[in-house]
């Protein structure tokens, strides 16, 4: 996600949104988006979820992934 620098204010309410979402949603959409059928052929990625995934859901951060 991209935003102005400077903005301090917005970057908080922006990383405590997505925090919440990652939380709170996380691991079901990553289940829903890559361990299930897509519409509308119903491919199915069968990618399962890695670890550095799954504490990333539990600890969300603004830190870049290597």
Not at 27 to 53: C, T
Not at 54 to 66: T, Y
């Amino acid at each position: 996600m991209m935003m102005r620098k400077g903005d301090d204010q917005f970057k908080k309410l922006v990383d405590e949104t997505i925090a919440k979402a990652e939380i709170t949603e996380g691991e079901k959409l990553y289940q829903k988006w890559f361990q299930s059928p897509i519409p509308p052929k119903g491919l199915n990625l069968d990618l399962p979820m890695g670890e550095d995934m799954k504490e990333l859901f539990k600890g969300p951060n603004d830190k870049a992934f290597q």
